[in-house]
């Protein structure tokens, strides 16, 4: 029973991945879009910011899409033409790798982006008004209220990189109602499709479950794995972190679990000839932090997500079978993920083609 879940879960995962031509659309009023490909909206080490009062999970690629609306202030200071082709269309697409609250810092630099103004006249600006008994934060979220200033939302903001223009903007009917981004699947617009490819954006591999984007994902040979491994596995424990480690078969797990306990790291095997009310008891130590590394071997049902998840001879035939099973295996990682490989196969490519 638990091996046709676990085929089932596989197939489902891997029926994410050929799916996933389906990419977020984030909509915003003209010129915020524009300004942010245009570097207008540079903060820090990020290619663009955009601030919402909402809070949103996902990391990954979106699309940037410009809507009926104009900002006049915006477009008046960064002299943007208002012309009726830069409405209704997907502009281009970027990666969102973070969404929280911004800084004071970062806010400060969100006003001189959105006004076009020094930094240091942003600094004059509120210096002034806390001297009137305004607080920092009522300056800095009702800009707009001192002047004809654009000010970002309160809330959390999204920061960008890899940020990709498209050279003729896409068409796009955005549906009434919702405010918020919608999924859309890329492959119904073939303009949409020639514009991805065009900026080097391969939807037929690029895109992953939106769990698996998140992850750290690198590549180690396979001929020097378990040197690394103990690496891994020495440098997640100074920090309390927790690893599983997956092999192909149950005496390999066995046999590695005996040689990284001779090393002094605390690790117990696990696989299905081990009895159940004993794998429930090494899943019980492993939840509290009792045992540092798991080796599994044919079954992770059972086991809790973790920081890090390593791969042990992930491109040998005997051991993954295709998309499904790796992408299976990786989301179990919170964090990260290290494929021990030679050679990068069809099956790791497809799932994680950011791997060289």
């Given at each position: 029973?638990?091996?046709?879940?676990?085929?089932?879960q596989e197939?489902?995962?891997?029926?994410?991945?050929?799916?996933?031509?389906?990419?977020?659309?984030?909509?915003?009023?003209?010129?915020?879009?524009?300004?942010?490909?245009?570097?207008?909206l540079?903060?820090?080490k990020?290619?663009g910011?955009?601030?919402?009062?909402?809070?949103?999970?996902y990391?990954g690629?979106?699309?940037?899409?410009?809507?009926?609306?104009?900002e006049?202030?915006a477009?008046q200071v960064y002299?943007?033409e208002n012309?009726?082709?830069?409405?209704?269309v997907?502009?281009g697409?970027?990666?969102?790798?973070?969404?929280?609250?911004?800084t004071?810092?970062e806010?400060?630099?969100?006003?001189?982006?959105?006004?076009?103004?020094p930094?240091?006249?942003?600094?004059?600006i509120i210096?002034n008004?806390?001297?009137?008994?305004?607080?920092l934060?009522?300056?800095?979220?009702?800009?707009y209220?001192f002047?004809?200033?654009v000010?970002?939302?309160?809330?959390?903001?999204f920061f960008?990189?890899?940020?990709r223009?498209?050279e003729?903007?896409v068409?796009?009917?955005w549906?009434?109602?919702?405010?918020k981004p919608?999924?859309?699947?890329?492959?119904?617009?073939?303009?949409?499709v020639?514009q991805?490819?065009l900026?080097g954006?391969d939807?037929?591999s690029?895109?992953?479950?939106?769990?698996?984007?998140?992850l750290?994902?690198?590549?180690?040979?396979a001929t020097?794995q378990i040197s690394?491994l103990?690496k891994?596995?020495?440098?997640?424990?100074?920090?309390?972190e927790?690893?599983i480690v997956?092999l192909?078969n149950e005496?390999?797990?066995?046999?590695l679990?005996e040689y990284?306990?001779?090393?002094g790291?605390?690790?117990?095997?696990?696989h299905?000839?081990?009895?159940?009310?004993?794998r429930?008891?090494?899943?019980k130590?492993?939840?509290?932090n009792?045992?540092?590394?798991?080796?599994?071997?044919?079954?992770i049902?059972?086991?809790p997500r973790?920081?890090t998840?390593v791969?042990i001879d992930?491109?040998?035939?005997r051991?993954?079978?295709?998309?499904g099973?790796?992408a299976?295996?990786?989301?179990?990682a919170i964090?990260r993920?290290?494929?021990?490989?030679?050679?990068?196969?069809?099956?790791?490519?497809?799932?994680?083609?950011?791997?060289?």
């Amino acid at each position: 029973m638990r091996q046709e879940q676990r085929h089932t879960q596989e197939q489902e995962l891997g029926k994410e991945i050929t799916k996933k031509w389906m990419i977020p659309v984030f909509p915003n009023w003209f010129p915020y879009n524009n300004m942010v490909f245009d570097g207008h909206l540079k903060v820090g080490k990020y290619a663009g910011v955009k601030t919402r009062s909402w809070q949103w999970d996902y990391r990954g690629p979106v699309l940037f899409y410009n809507s009926l609306r104009t900002e006049k202030r915006a477009t008046q200071v960064y002299e943007y033409e208002n012309d009726r082709r830069e409405h209704k269309v997907i502009i281009g697409i970027a990666d969102i790798v973070e969404s929280r609250p911004l800084t004071i810092d970062e806010a400060k630099q969100m006003l001189a982006n959105f006004n076009n103004m020094p930094l240091a006249s942003v600094e004059q600006i509120i210096k002034n008004l806390r001297k009137e008994g305004y607080f920092l934060d009522e300056i800095i979220y009702n800009f707009y209220d001192f002047g004809p200033y654009v000010a970002p939302y309160r809330g959390f903001g999204f920061f960008f990189q890899n940020l990709r223009r498209f050279e003729t903007y896409v068409p796009f009917n955005w549906p009434s109602g919702p405010v918020k981004p919608i999924f859309i699947n890329t492959k119904e617009n073939p303009q949409l499709v020639k514009q991805l490819k065009l900026v080097g954006y391969d939807i037929e591999s690029k895109s992953l479950p939106m769990d698996l984007a998140r992850l750290e994902v690198s590549r180690v040979p396979a001929t020097g794995q378990i040197s690394v491994l103990e690496k891994v596995i020495r440098n997640a424990s100074a920090k309390k972190e927790r690893v599983i480690v997956i092999l192909n078969n149950e005496r390999a797990a066995e046999d590695l679990s005996e040689y990284l306990n001779e090393l002094g790291l605390n690790t117990r095997y696990f696989h299905t000839e081990i009895a159940q009310k004993h794998r429930e008891q090494i899943v019980k130590e492993f939840e509290k932090n009792g045992t540092a590394v798991v080796i599994a071997a044919n079954t992770i049902e059972e086991l809790p997500r973790v920081t890090t998840v390593v791969i042990i001879d992930a491109d040998k035939d005997r051991g993954l079978r295709n998309e499904g099973q790796l992408a299976y295996y990786s989301s179990l990682a919170i964090k990260r993920v290290v494929i021990c490989a030679d050679k990068l196969s069809a099956t790791i490519r497809s799932v994680f083609p950011q791997l060289k």
